[in-house]
Structure formats: C-alpha cells, structure tokens
C-alpha cells in the first residue's frame, strides 16, 4: 500500500503478466519499507511445526455482481493449487490466510500482502476487473501462437491470471514470514516468485 495504479495500468499488466510472463508493474503492493532487515533477524521459526496456508471464500461478503468470477476462481481451485505447493514445500514459521473476500482494510482495492505476511487479502472487485480485462482481450487481441486456442477464453485467462496474481502476492508473503533479504525490488522478487511458480 498505497495502491496508485490505475486500472488500465493493472489491465496491461495482468495481460503481460499471462502471455508472455513479464514482470507485473504494479505499483504500491510492496510498499512496506524493509531496507535494513538483516537475514534471520526477527522472531526464529519454530522447528516444530509449520505454519500452514488457507484458503478462505468469505461468500457472505461478495456482492451479486461479483459472485461468477468469484465461483469462477474458486471452482478452479488455483487458488488451493498455490497453497498446497506452498504447504508440501516449504516450512513456514507462521500460519497464512488468504481472504477472497469483500471486506478488506481501508484503502485495499486489489490483491495485497499485509506486512507480516500472514494474510492475503484478495477483494472480489479485483477478479471482477480481471475478468473485464481479459473478456476485452480475447474480442480484441489475436492470440499469440504459443498460446493454445483452446485456453484463450475469458475464464481460461482470468484463472490464468489469478494464478501469477496470487503467485506475486505469495511471494510477498514467503519473503516476510522467512524475512529472506532483498537484494533488488521486492516487487521484482514477488515477479520472480510467480514466474518460478507458474
Ligand atoms: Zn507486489
């Protein structure tokens, strides 16, 4: 946070993001100023037990317009895939939730990572504009080669986006619950993860 790029921006950027795996230039996700933070400084995980990542669809809290994306995404389970990859792979020190979820902190309008990492919230207005964007793309954009034809659909596209979306924010959350040191852009890094990822 602050969350400052416009939609169009985020637009191009979920596209670019998909297709042909650039770096999201999202702005103000990783706003939280951790220069300075030594390896290993800061609470020790504790050996036995590792935290464990959730998936939580706060239903009640997604408005009607908002509910087929939110069906969309959940009914994929890319969502779960990220964290069961998360959760066999890694030794986390603090549990994590993630929130698909209408009631999110002031100011929060897309997918974000709170500054301790151990919460992901994910407004369903933010799948909305995803699924928006790409309903835009496959009327106006001609698929690029490597892309299978059967895959460039709207949900397709949107799951696929949502995907490397929530890629970047796990990374964001693997950095600060494992206080691993940034030698560049954390945004960059959270790129990086999702790229791995995906
Ligand atoms: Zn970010």
């Known amino acids: ?5 416009s939609q169009s921006h985020r637009a191009r950027s ?7 795996l650039v770096g999201l230039t999202v702005s103000g996700c990783g706003a939280e100023d ?8 800061g609470p020790r995980p504790q050996a036995a037990r ?6 939580v669809y706060e239903e009640r809290t997604v408005p009607p317009e908002d509910r087929q994306v939110v069906t ?20 986390l020190p ?14 929060v309008t897309d997918a974000v ?11 369903p207005s933010f799948l909305a504009q995803i699924e928006d964007s790409f309903a835009d793309v496959v009327k106006t954009v001609k698929r690029p080669a490597p892309f299978p034809a059967s895959q460039y659909n709207t949900d397709d596209l949107t ?23 940034n030698l560049g852009l954390e945004e960059d890094a959270a790129d990086g993860f999702a790229s791995f990822y995906t």
């Open 34 to 41: 951790d220069a300075g933070q030594a390896p290993g400084a």
């Open 94 to 107: 603090y549990d994590m939730v993630v929130k698909v979820t209408a009631e999110v902190p002031p100011g």
């Open 159 to 181: 799951v696929l986006a949502t995907e490397f979306i929530f890629g970047h924010e796990m990374g964001h959350a693997l950095q600060r619950q494992l206080l691993l040191a």
């Open 14 to 20: 979920t596209l670019a993001g998909v297709l042909v």
């Open 113 to 123: 990572t709170q500054p301790d990492g151990r919460t992901i919230y994910i407004p």
């Open 1 to 5: 946070m602050p969350y400052t790029a």
């Open 72 to 91: 969309l995404i959940r009914d994929s389970r890319v969502l779960e895939r990220t964290a069961d990859w998360v959760n066999r792979t890694l030794t």
């Open 50 to 55: 590792s935290g464990k990542v959730t998936i």
